[in-house]
């Protein structure tokens, strides 16, 4: 396993982390087959990885309550003499604070469930627009300020599905931030805050985690025979799983990729790709061929908004640029599940459903998109409710 500096937190890290979201389970998300669960945590951990990544929400059966996986972590890693081999990393809900108090309480409970005094990265999970005022206004600093100073936490960052401007906001508010996380992969290179937004924490020697790698599983699951023959035209031959990571590792400013492996199959297949990736490897060729394959999929997307943002604000405070956004990438990827998350991420109230049709936008769209009526595709295409554990 190969291991680079996670920014200033000078923690060495496994440039491949183990995202615990998606672990083997029954029929319920929140039925954790712990068997096969720990054959495939323990292969890792005893390869190289040695950064686990976790969240309060985890392996829950909706997306507001708590999950399985921090109770299930701490047992497998104490029951196994983990603990001291790995870095732990978890999140706060940001979606369930609503006062300092449940800062605190939440925290305490993670520290309990994962059995550990002590949590090595932690983060506020998720953060957007709405949620970093929220944050600022209950004063999250002392909160921060206190677990790092108690050394219940060592290093503390945040997670972030948001644009560039508020990346840099989170960052300029709090200097004790040591390491970001976000989503980057070759489709998502302008997607939230990208591939610029790496390189702005790197920049700034914060520590870079990366999530949505393959896009849950999607760039590499029934890839379209039109993809795999511009992949067949590379310099170097390579998988699309192997061509998903390499993007990644071959970039400096990238420190830890994190993938929500569910088999051994696919343990044993990262490790291997992990093990022989480098830095700046893939041929100026091979980089336009994934740019090509990143175009080519774009093909795919269900209309031709740009997020131009000219139809908004809507009269009715639905936030037609976050949904067309949502349903692009799941029609570019054939799969309303892989998107899902983000799209219900949305607050109530702002997501597709919520259009009444006045058509006050339709003269404002560049693109002359009918836009109530592709926020009908959208609902249909979603559904009213998160249905997709």
């Known amino acids: 396993m190969k291991y680079r500096t996670l920014g200033k937190t ?5 440039i491949l982390g183990f ?3 998606r672990l083997p389970h029954f029929k319920n998300n929140n039925q954790i087959n712990v068997e096969e669960s720990d054959k495939i945590l323990s292969y890792g951990i005893e390869n190289g990885i040695n950064l686990v990544d976790t969240a309060y929400s985890y392996h829950a059966n909706n997306l507001s309550g708590k999950g399985n996986c921090e109770e299930y972590l701490g047992n497998f890693l104490d029951e196994n003499s983990y603990r001291d081999d790995i870095l732990l990393s978890t999140k706060l809900p940001s979606w369930l604070i609503k006062s300092k108090e449940d800062m605190e309480n939440i925290f305490e409970q993670q520290l309990k469930d994962l059995k550990t005094d002590s949590i090595d990265l932690y983060m506020l999970h998720s953060l957007n627009e709405d949620y970093w005022k929220m944050f600022r206004e209950l004063d999250v600093f002392e909160f921060l300020d206190e677990i790092l100073s108690s050394g219940k936490a060592k290093h503390v ?7 560039m401007d508020w990346i840099v906001d989170i960052v300029d508010d709090y200097d004790k931030f040591e390491f970001g996380l976000t989503q980057l992969n070759y489709l998502d290179e302008r997607y939230q805050s990208g591939k610029e937004g790496v390189e702005y924490l790197a920049s700034h020697n914060l520590g870079t985690m990366i999530m949505e790698p393959l896009r849950g599983g999607r760039l590499v699951q029934n890839v379209p025979q039109d993809i795999m023959d511009l992949w067949d035209m590379a310099e170097e031959k390579r998988t699309p799983v192997e061509w998903a990571f390499q993007y990644l590792w071959n970039m400096e400013e990238v420190n830890t990729v994190l993938s929500g492996m569910n088999s051994l199959d ?6 291997e790709i992990a093990n022989k990736s480098e830095i700046n490897s893939i041929s100026e060729n091979d980089m336009g061929l994934i740019h090509e394959v990143a175009w080519e999929y774009k093909q795919r997307k269900g209309n031709d908004c740009t997020g131009c943002g000219y139809c908004m604000p809507c009269p009715n405070g639905v936030d037609v640029a976050g949904c067309f956004r949502e349903y692009n990438v799941a029609k570019m990827l054939n799969n309303p599940a892989g998107s899902a998350m983000h799209y219900f991420s949305l607050d109530s109230g702002t997501r597709a459903d919520s259009c009444i049709h006045c058509d006050d936008c339709l003269n404002h769209c560049p693109q002359m998109i009918n836009i109530s009526e592709d926020l009908m595709k959208v609902e249909e295409f979603f559904g009213k409710k998160y249905t997709y554990f």
Not at 10 to 14: A, N, Q, R, T
Not at 157 to 163: K, L, V
């Open 19 to 21: 995202g615990a979201m």
């Open 10 to 14: 000078g923690e060495k890290v496994s």
């Open 157 to 163: 960052g945040f997670s972030a599905h948001t644009e």
């Open 266 to 271: 696919q343990v044993k297949e990262n490790i």
